[in-house]
């Protein structure tokens, strides 16, 4: 896999992610399919499978073009704007969400009909 293109600040490997799960559906009550971090500030949103789409949502309001997956066992990067995927640097942990956090999540706000709510 070759590494994702960036230009300066878009990735800052200090940055600590923003939580355990997506940041404006725990606001909001909402649930997730699978969860993406921001690599310029940390913010974890849900994927574009997702219902709410907030992490690519996040990407473009902000800027903030490179994300990365914020699941056990992923290790990639995305670069919104090109569809590029690919390597990137070690970031400031969790690298992922909690272990025991179920996909999808959080399991007592999950809809039991949640894969027709899928996009």
Known sequence: MTAVDETPGEIDPAAAPSGAGCLECDHDGG???HLRRCAACGHVGCCDS???QH??????EAGHPILTSYEPGEYWFYDDRTGAAGEGPD???????PVEQTVPGPADRVPQDWTSQLN
């Open 50 to 52: 997702s219902p709410s």
């Open 55 to 60: 992490a690519t949502r996040h990407a473009r």
């Open 31 to 33: 649930w997730w399919f």
């Open 91 to 97: 970031l400031a942990g969790p690298r992922h969400h």
